[in-house]
């Protein structure tokens, strides 16, 4: 048996090794989508095909119970066909089938060859997560298929695991997803204002805060990035944080941003501006100042431009819709709402981290002693 070359010093070969194990790797994972793909378009179908034949209508529940034996009997190794499953196969194909069917009928009445595609392709995207994962969200938005197409696409976005899309499904963030009020539509080109629109929320909900009830501005920034990690969860895809309290010259004077962010999906910076109170018109001057601010000196070639959020306690919708008309910048206007509220005065009893440390130095050298 011949002897195995060391062949350890021979950087070109262990990193062509290393490119080997990365490609097959890929290759790997490549296949495995591409299965469970393949797996989710056949239940798509085997769906289709029971709302198709309506067996359930004409024989009552008990079909799903008959039909999952014969399966069973026909294929005795394969697990995929419970009476659960085939019902879940149905809701499947029911929750998504009326937005194939509106592509489809679109792409009939148009010659474009494009949007004869796109009824396949979101088909594919919808295949495209794992059916443990599929089967959870239907459960939850079967009546709203453009509720369960959202969180399929965060999940595709986040590459959610299971706890995480429980998590999500749990609360309303499909209700509050871009729904900023903001002027993105009239100050920015077509594709960037729908991106834009769609890392807003409205409101943001900060309930991994615990506040007294009369904190200032300050408390809640210290608060939110003490928090960051959290706060980044809240803000949306593609947030990277750059800093808070951003000092910035203009003129002879500086100014400091409340907190600055940047996009990696819309590919510009963010400035978000924090206020305890009711919205006022005159908060948006300051904030445009701040977006201009960046536009000159952060902004370069290969970013979008700035935009602005104001995030306040809470506003007049129209109140802000009608600010936002005068300005060229894209600013947006949402709310924030905050779950864990401490009274004032159960705050002041409360002993402040110095007397506890002192009291944990006293216990320390009573214990020495």
Known sequence: MKPILDLTKNNDYRSWVKELKQRYLSARLKAAVEANRTLLEYYWSLGRDIADKQYANTYGSGFYKTLSHDLRSEMPEEKGF???????????YRTYNQLIENLQQAAANSSEPNRRQCAEDLLRE???IPWDHQCRIVSKCKKNPHKALFFVRKVIENNWGRDMLLNFLGTDLYERQ???ITNFSNTLPVLQSDLAQQVTKDPYV???LTMTEDYNEKELEDALVANVTKFLVELGTGFAYMGRQYRMQVGEKEIFIDLLFYNTRIHAYCCIELKTGSFEASHLGQLGLYVSAVNHQLKTEYDNPTIGLLICKDKDNIEAQ?????YNLPLGISQYELTNLIPTEIKSSLPSIEEIESTLEQLSEEDND
Request: charge should be neutral.
């Open 82 to 92: 419970s009476e659960r499953n085939l019902r879940n196969m149905y809701d499947f």
């Open 126 to 128: 919808i295949c495209s």
């Open 178 to 180: 871009a729904k900023a």
């Open 206 to 208: 900060f309930n991994f």
């Open 322 to 326: 009608y600010s936002l008309e005068g």
